[in-house]
């Protein structure tokens, strides 16, 4: 099975084979000035005539070398540079195309810091990889590998020698790569710890201050960065050691040391004539060195690895399903049909939901927090495909529908309003792109926005997040004005006003009137006083739907709905809202003041 990087890398492995082809002759090619002089000096301290031509040759071919190296590399360098730029755009492509066919519900689970991390910051990672890692790693070991080739050409005994502090330095670093991986994985979250408790601290300072907790609170910052403190040092201190005379192993200068020291006996002994030790001095440095090159591109490769391994885990998640031959709605009528659903294919949020939603009618959605009430609305919104039963509309399953057709049908508010960082205007216009500037103004008035919009810099051309820095409500109040503009005969509605100050809350009551007028209603309702004129009302309990009716009917019935009602009747008065509470009554979306 091949791994997550071999799979990514399929597109360009012919460029890289190329480079790596082109790299292997550069460092041959890079050693050739190294025996060049190592030549030039045998023939000038052979005692004997000197054969100028042959000195001459010696120093163009030389010279020769140098430039065809420096080509070679130019070449290499440029091809993996070239390579990288296809590679990130076509994994960029390919995660941006997966996202786009991945169900909506997917984004629920994922923050948009892990949607960016693996499109922008692991693609980045493996930047290295492809760019440099590749030919990094084929000139450490081809440069030593054609260093010691000719050293053994040279003198098979000294060259053994010479090797001595280079395998030492190998085992060394061997020995303090080995584990890299995990434990810079265990540095990382142990340093994430330190970050996550500081902005913790940091954030919530003045509410541990209010309750006198302060002391507590920093304790358990400190008592984080003392773990990470105590983990770092215990590491590095294992590593020290090992690192330092690993190093010193290596060192040219230990190279340099040895050659001298040997080369010394084994001419004072008449093993090896002085001037065959000119290529050890030259050459024999070029064998310790790259082993430091090889070890940081390994370390390179293994964070190219977890980034890559990252991207392949987005790549594989399952994508919505299309229908190959899509059918068209006969009707505006929703039925759930034997519904069940769940969300790591174990627990059933979900279990043989049966619910009937009639065109022109309001119903609601009622229950214990965790019962599945939002499950159920956003499968009509397919977010996530049911895993038993089916959601239909018209009569038609929402898996043959196409999504275009689907939410030409059906428009959502949730409570987690998100906008795109582009003008308010295309914010606006996203469920009609084609709407006229007349148009957007309207549904913005009619959302309680306009007004908010006019006082940006550029008005309905200010950017979000840039010009456009709209508080929540204001943000919930433009997702209102889309879902108007969109004018879908159906519309989920998931308590939009829940996390709204007072203020912002009266607005978006009124805005909602405006949206819900004269269309199907599916709402989830967290206060049950704002749906008691509801056309139904499903009590979700466990993922079941476990009574049905109107307000009057289930109070009388006595069970879960008449507990949960009893259980907020403090909060509100009989038969309506306060404080402007978006009521759903008689006529509808009416605001009870």
């Given at each position: ?34 025996v060049a002089v190592a030549e030039i000096a045998a023939e000038l ?482 206060r049950l006083w704002t749906v008691v004129g509801a056309d139904q ?57």
């Amino acid at each position: 099975m091949r791994s997550p990087i071999s799979q990514l890398l399929r597109p360009v492995r012919g460029s890289l084979i190329l480079a790596a082809v082109f790299q292997t002759l550069a460092a041959i090619a890079g050693l050739v000035p190294f025996v060049a002089v190592a030549e030039i000096a045998a023939e000038l301290l052979d005692g004997g005539a000197v054969d100028r031509d042959r000195v001459w040759n010696i120093t163009w071919v030389a010279a020769g070398a140098l430039a065809v190296r420096f080509a070679l590399m130019f070449a290499a360098g440029g091809i993996t540079h070239f390579a990288d730029n296809n590679f990130q755009l076509h994994v960029r492509r390919r995660l941006v195309d997966r996202l786009s066919r991945v169900p909506l519900g997917w984004f629920t689970d994922k923050t948009g810091g892990h949607v960016k991390k693996a499109v922008a910051d692991d693609v980045v990672a493996m930047h290295h990889l492809v760019g440099h890692a590749l030919n990094d790693l084929v000139g450490a070991i081809v440069t030593p590998l054609a260093a010691l080739g000719y050293m053994l050409w040279v003198d098979w005994r000294f060259t053994l020698v010479v090797l001595i502090p280079v395998i030492v330095g190998f085992i060394l670093y061997s020995r303090l790569m080995s584990g890299y991986g995990e434990k810079m994985e265990a540095y990382n979250a142990a340093l994430a710890q330190v970050n996550t408790g500081s902005v913790e601290f940091v954030q919530g300072i003045a509410v541990v201050k209010t309750f006198g907790q302060a002391g507590r609170a920093h304790a358990r910052f400190i008592d984080s960065a003392n773990r990470f403190v105590d983990y770092f040092w215990a590491w590095a201190k294992g590593l020290l050691r090992v690192a330092a005379a690993s190093d010193v192993a290596l060192a040219p200068l230990t190279g340099l040391l040895v050659v001298s020291a040997a080369g010394t006996l084994f001419v004072a002994r008449d093993w090896i004539d002085a001037v065959d030790l000119v290529p050890f001095f030259l050459v024999g440095l070029a064998i310790a060195a790259p082993v430091l090159t090889l070890g940081h591109a390994v370390s390179e490769m293994q964070v190219s690895s977890q980034a890559a391994a990252r991207v392949a885990v987005l790549l594989e998640s399952p994508i919505l399903p299309l229908p190959q031959q899509p059918r068209l709605p006969d009707g505006q009528r929703v039925e759930y049909q034997g519904v069940s659903f769940s969300y790591d294919g174990v627990h059933e949020a979900l279990s043989e939901v049966d619910l009937a939603l009639e065109p022109g009618t309001v119903t609601a959605l009622v229950g214990p927090s965790g019962s599945g009430k939002s499950t159920i609305a956003k499968l009509l919104c397919r977010l996530w495909d049911p895993t038993g039963g089916s959601v239909t509309l018209g009569g038609v399953d929402l898996r043959d529908i196409d999504p275009q057709e689907l939410y030409r049908h059906v428009g959502f508010v949730f409570q987690d309003v998100q906008l795109l960082g582009m003008s308010v205007r295309e914010n606006i216009r996203l469920g009609r792109p084609d709407a006229t500037d007349a148009e957007v103004q309207a549904v913005a008035e009619a959302a309680q926005i306009h007004h908010r919009i006019t006082e940006l810099p550029d008005g309905y051309d200010s950017v979000i997040g840039i010009t456009a820095l709209l508080s929540g409500g204001e943000a919930q109040r433009v997702s209102i004005a889309r879902a108007l503009l969109a004018d879908t005969p159906i519309v989920v509605l998931d308590e939009a006003t829940a996390f709204a100050d007072p203020e912002s809350e009266a607005a978006i009551q009124d805005a909602l009137s405006s949206l819900v007028a004269g269309r199907t209603l599916l709402v989830v309702a967290h206060r049950l006083w704002t749906v008691v004129g509801a056309d139904q009302i499903a009590v979700i309990d466990r993922g079941r739907v476990v009574e049905l009716g109107r307000h009057t009917g289930l109070l009388a019935e006595g069970g879960l709905y008449r507990r949960l009602w009893d259980a907020q009747e403090w909060r509100t008065r009989a038969g309506g809202g306060e404080n402007g509470e978006f009521v759903l009554g008689p006529e509808r979306g009416q605001v009870s003041k």
